[in-house]
Antibody, heavy 124, light 106 residues
Framework: QVQLQQAGPGLVKPSQTLSLTCAISGDSVSTNSGTWNWIRQSPSRGLEWLGRTYYRSKWYQEYAVSVKSRIVINPDTSKNQFSLHLNSVTPEDTAVYFC??????????????WGQGTTVTVSS | DIQMTQSPSSLSASVGDRVTITCRASQSISTYFNWYQQKPGQAPNLLIYDASRLQSGVPSRFSGSGSGTDFTLTISSLQPEDFATYYCQQSYSTPYSFGQGTKLEI
């Protein structure tokens, strides 16, 4: 079955870049039948979708407007993983970050596999 | 962007009760709609997709209904392991959006 394993630091200084990776087992980041997402959760914002990457003959990325100027989500086919980079972080970016796989079922999409979550604190 | 509004935000119930949680979308989303359960310290877990289809492995006491803008999640007979927070999510268009959650308490 598909599993996602997150990695990355739990503490990031203000103005620096938050970087997380999500390693995939049991599937390929290049699959044509799913998308790979990053979501964060905080008491103030609840569950917030940040963006996704997916392959449909070429690579696509889509981002939430709230972070669009600061975010990059990249696939890494050599390591079968995808990454999140969020630059110029502030304490408001403190949250639990999740990666997830969105799968198509009956022509509808849902996030049926999630990483374990990474608590990221932005503080000096 | 599509806004998702859940109600109630919290709900007290007992084992064996039947409970219903509702979610409203700010525009019609057909059945591009999902329900998740989240327990403390864990990632969300998919319960229902396509508004009413039960995810594999999810007990049949969970059911979903609705289309367009109004959706419901029903738990027919609460079990101790069902006390958790439930979230709705639209998958009609990006940016995807979630409801604010319904905390189901004993």
């Amino acid at each position: 079955q598909v599993q996602l394993q997150q990695a990355g630091p739990g503490l990031v200084k203000p103005s620096q870049t938050l970087s997380l990776t999500c390693a995939i087992s049991g599937d390929s980041v290049s699959t044509n039948s799913g998308t790979w997402n990053w979501i964060r959760q905080s008491p103030s914002r609840g569950l917030e979708w940040l963006g996704r990457t997916y392959y449909r003959s070429k690579w696509y990325q889509e981002y939430a407007v709230s972070v669009k100027s600061r975010i990059v989500i990249n696939p890494d086919t050599s390591k079968n993983q995808f990454s999140l980079h969020l630059n110029s972080v502030t304490p408001e970016d403190t949250a639990v970050y999740f990666c997830s796989k969105e799968t198509g079922m009956f022509a509808r999409y849902a996030m049926d596999v999630w990483g374990q979550g990474t608590t990221v604190t932005v503080s000096s | 962007d599509i806004q998702m509004t859940q109600s109630p935000s919290s709900l007290s119930a007992s084992v064996g009760d039947r409970v219903t949680i509702t979610c409203r979308a700010s525009q019609s989303i057909s059945t591009y709609f999902n329900w998740y359960q989240q327990k403390p310290g864990q990632a969300p877990n998919l319960l229902i997709y396509d508004a009413s289809r039960l995810q594999s492995g999810v007990p049949s006491r969970f059911s979903g209904s609705g289309s367009g803008t109004d959706f419901t999640l029903t738990i027919s007979s609460l079990q101790p392991e069902d006390f958790a927070t439930y979230y709705c999510q639209q998958s009609y268009s990006t940016p995807y959006s979630f409801g604010q959650g319904t905390k189901l308490e004993i």
